[in-house]
């Protein structure tokens, strides 16, 4: 069992910054991945950025942008996502994402709106 608490998000202008977060509790020692998807009106859900096996790999259309660390103590895995230099089309739901064993957890996502 894994529960999922996300925060951050909200309405920001074009160059802005925001920060997400997602706590992960639970059978948090089976996580092999974690990390952020989003999907945006009318296309499909894509990666963000997940931290998997020590490394991170983003999406193209964030790096050099967004960066994602992780902390974590006995009770709890978090992962932070930092966006920078906001652009409208990163206007999207932000969804939480943990894979353990194959299986994908998803948060209840984070709308994250950018105006220009």
């Known amino acids: 069992q894994i529960q999922l608490v996300e925060s951050g998000g909200g309405l920001v202008q074009a160059g802005g910054s925001l920060r997400l977060s997602c706590a992960a509790s639970?059978?948090?020692?089976?996580?092999?991945?974690m990390g952020w998807y989003r999907q945006a009106p009318g296309k499909q859900r894509e990666l963000v950025a997940a931290?998997?096996?020590?490394?991170?790999?983003?999406a193209d259309s964030v790096k050099g942008r967004f960066t994602l660390t992780s902390s974590r103590d006995n009770a709890k895995k978090t992962v932070y996502l930092q966006m920078n230099s906001l652009k409208p089309e990163d206007t999207a739901v932000y969804y939480c994402?943990?894979?353990?064993?194959?299986?994908?957890?998803w948060g209840k996502g984070t709308l994250v709106t950018v105006s220009s």
């Open positions: 994402n943990v894979v353990i064993r194959d299986m994908n957890y």
């Open positions: 639970g059978t948090i020692f089976s996580i092999n991945a």
């Open positions: 931290i998997s096996g020590g490394s991170t790999n983003y």
